[in-house]
């Protein structure tokens, strides 16, 4: 066994079929629809499917390719190692991942880059929904970043108020957790742009679940008697956006279920405004904010 792997083409090949077998595997949820029947998931499997063929032709004839001598065989392994780092740190440390719309503002704003940490949660063991190193999983006021419900070929990222066996109550703007009213501060008047460029007034507040406090937005005449009382279950997670009344989240679609979890949001690394002229665009102060 350790003579066979010290063979090039035997390395090669068991990487290649371990990282797309791990690729394709991601995709895959017992109980659930095959990710290849969904056009927005199809790279992903596909990806995988080709690094795995490519790992059975290394294994099959890839010894006689390893015994070349020149700049091709050069350029195949500074490329592999290199790509292989990079999609290794992306797929299981840390991944970028961009604002598009104004669902978190204030806190995340159209245009922010942020970093996810993928290590925060554990992962998911393709081929199953069980999450290996969990530990204790997201905490209430976390950022975080998951596959949508209801179409996991895109990523969402909202905040967690929800945590399972919670009971949550939304009403009148104002959130309830286990039957505690969180506190709120009054912070005045903000105003905003959207991802489509519109002036929108909303009333800034800070709110606080626990020890841990955050901003939000909500619009001074959105008072309504509509009321969301939920029981979190076993294994899910109750997600908002700090945009209150523009966000899509757990209100309108149901919870987050643990083995959709990406990561959480840790770091902003770029902030581009793409509505301002060219020499206004970049955010300098928002590089290297951390989030809270």
């Not at 956006?241 to 989240?249: K, W």
Request: aromatic share 14%.
């Amino acid at each position: 066994m350790i003579v066979l792997l010290g063979k090039r083409h035997i390395r090669h090949g068991l990487l290649f079929l371990f990282v797309g077998l791990f690729m394709y595997g991601s995709y895959q949820i017992p109980g659930e629809m095959a990710v290849a029947d969904q056009e927005t998931w199809v790279w992903g499997p596909t990806a995988g499917l080709v690094l795995f063929c490519i790992g059975l032709v290394l294994l099959w004839g890839g010894e006689s390719f390893f015994r070349q001598r020149g700049f091709l065989l050069d350029y195949y392994e500074a490329i592999v190692v290199a790509v292989g780092l990079a999609l290794a740190i992306r797929a299981l440390v840390i991944e970028p991942f961009k604002i598009p719309s104004g669902s978190m503002i204030p806190t995340l704003l159209v245009g922010d880059y942020l970093f996810v940490n993928k290590l925060a949660y554990g992962h998911r063991v393709p081929f199953t929904r069980y999450r290996a190193f969990m530990s204790e999983g997201p905490k209430r006021g976390d950022i975080v970043v998951f596959e949508y419900p209801r179409d996991p070929g895109k990523d969402y990222i909202k905040r967690v108020v929800g945590l399972p066996g919670d009971h949550l109550v939304y009403e009148n703007n104002r959130l309830y957790v286990n039957g505690e009213l969180a506190q709120y501060q009054d912070q005045g008047l903000y105003q905003y742009r959207n991802e489509r460029g519109m002036e929108i007034g909303a009333r800034l507040l800070r709110e606080k679940t626990g020890d841990k406090s955050h901003a939000i937005l909500v619009q001074p005449l959105s008072f309504s008697s509509q009321r969301h009382e939920e029981h979190v279950p076993p294994g899910n997670y109750f997600v908002m956006g700090d945009n209150r009344d523009n966000s899509n989240d757990s209100r309108y679609w149901g919870f987050v279920p643990e083995h959709r979890l990406v990561g959480k949001a840790v770091m902003l690394f770029l902030s581009w405004d793409s509505q301002e002229d060219w020499m206004n665009r970049l955010r300098w102060r928002r590089i290297g904010q951390w989030l809270e």
